[in-house]
């Protein structure tokens, strides 16, 4: 019975979980309770918690963490700037015209969007009061107006920026180190968050035209269903002439940014924490020039990014408190013996960590399952001769779907909070669904072809 007590311990933490407790006080709270019941009865070490500061210290001088305020500060920013309604406009001059028109302009909007903010929030909330009373008007079904809306937010996680990517990236580099030196390689390889970033370029473009494939084909089958809209509603009195001018206004800013962002990356002039600073300064900019930016509004961003960053982070230390209590229990050496003794060796092991982890997408937020799972998991299948990118990148895009299943997919919720009443929530259910096959579809042709994510930051980054 106690070998078992780390599937314990991970049951307890989803119980409080689904009770409604704060995440970072579940996981940090369960850790104590069960490390207490265990030194009482003699099957838990309290030697284990002593690396507890350590740890600690080891997270706040972090210098890829501090990504992640930075990141976020540039998301609110550009939210403020109203640089989506802006590029909407833009692309629905475009696209508008054709059936479907409307649907791949949000994706291409939310792609966008994704690669200067990388905050699912932010872009589904945007994209939902901008583009879904709209969609709605011109006769555009419910389930595919907010399906698109939704599977379009969740670009954020895979296309860099991407603050799940600085996460992943971060647990990933330790999970890879340990991995090797478990080898009996003591002079590891490591790798970066700007890996990651290179990494998750071709899957996610896939992504984006999936999507978009998706929609062209339900309004060439079902025209009903995404009709096109009249030239001279969308233009708005804007001619021919001048319609070049208006795109490029509109298209310019974002692009100027992640040219910023992802261009300092991937020219190696920039680390992704160096980036990021790059990215909120530009995003200050862009708010400036478009008269957004006063003392007030730049008071409400510092506090919001303070309000999600200490989220992010006090998730982080609850994590570190359970990560070592489930070590005092055996929890690493209990999985390592399963995957071992699976008969399809290391095919299967990767299966059922993806099938878990999509299956706690049901009840969990990515943050929990990057923190909690991806350190258990991680190093054992790394050990097993895998390319850390490779997984990054699977679990990335597995973790995109947590957006979006039911009953606890976030984009959903956000969705919901402002969307008219008229549209029922069994619409957006019902049209997220063929979305998260999109990403599982995509999921499958990262297991066939490795060089998809693999290929890139090879070339890149060769010498």
Wanted: charged residues 10%; hydrophobic residues 55%; negative net charge.
């Amino acid at each position: 019975m106690a070998e078992f007590l780390p599937l314990w311990l991970f049951a307890g933490v989803c119980v409080f979980l689904l009770f409604g407790y704060p995440v970072a006080f579940s996981l940090g709270g369960t850790a104590l309770l069960f490390a207490a019941g265990g030194a009482m009865f003699g099957t838990f070490d309290a030697v284990f918690l002593e690396a507890l500061p350590n740890r600690l210290f080891g997270i706040v001088r972090n210098e890829t963490l501090i990504a992640v305020p930075l990141f976020v500060l540039m998301g609110v920013l550009l939210e403020k700037s109203k640089l989506a309604e802006r590029l909407l406009d833009s692309m629905a001059m475009l696209f508008g015209t054709l059936r479907g028109g409307l649907g791949i302009s949000v994706i291409l909007v939310g792609m966008l969007m994704a690669a200067s903010t990388g905050i699912v929030g932010a872009t589904v909330v945007t994209m939902g009061m901008i583009s879904l009373p709209t969609m709605l008007r011109r006769g555009y079904d419910p389930a595919l107006a907010t399906g698109t809306i939704c599977a379009t937010g969740t670009l954020g996680q895979i296309i860099p920026p991407s603050i799940a990517l600085v996460l992943l990236g971060d647990v990933m580099s330790n999970a890879f180190q340990k991995a090797q030196l478990e080898m009996g390689v003591f002079s590891p390889k490591t790798v970066s968050v700007g890996d990651l970033f290179v990494g998750a370029l071709i899957p996610g473009l896939i992504l984006v035209a999936l999507y978009i494939a998706y929609v062209a084909g339900v309004a060439w089958l079902q025209p009903h269903k995404a009709p096109a809209v009249p030239k001279e509603e969308l233009r708005r009195g804007v001619d021919d002439s001048s319609l070049a001018l208006e795109i490029i206004k509109g298209l310019l800013p974002p692009l100027l940014l992640i040219l910023a962002v992802l261009g300092s990356i991937l020219g190696g002039l920039a680390t992704p924490t160096e980036a990021a600073g790059v990215g909120a300064f530009g995003a200050a900019i862009l708010a400036w020039a478009s008269g957004k930016l006063s003392l007030q509004t730049l008071k409400e961003c510092v506090l919001s990014t303070t309000k999600v960053t200490g989220m992010v982070f006090m998730i982080l230390v609850g994590a570190s408190l359970f990560s070592l209590v489930f070590r005092g229990f055996g929890g690493e050496e209990l999985i390592h013996e399963f995957f071992n003794q699976l008969p399809g060796g290391v095919i299967s092991a990767v299966l059922i960590v993806m099938l878990v982890m999509f299956f706690l997408g049901f009840i969990l937020d990515f943050i929990e399952i990057t923190f909690v799972v991806v350190p258990i998991v991680a190093p054992v299948l790394l050990a097993m001769g895998l390319d850390p990118i490779w997984l990054g990148i699977m679990m990335a895009i597995n973790l995109q779907t947590s957006f979006l299943t039911p009953p606890f997919g976030f984009a959903l919720f956000y969705l919901r909070g402002v969307a008219p009443p008229e549209v029922k929530t069994q619409s957006i259910y019902k049209g997220v669904i063929p979305f998260i096959l999109i990403q599982l579809f995509v999921l499958l042709l990262l297991a066939i072809w490795p060089d998809l994510a693999t290929w890139l930051p090879e070339t890149v980054y060769a010498d």
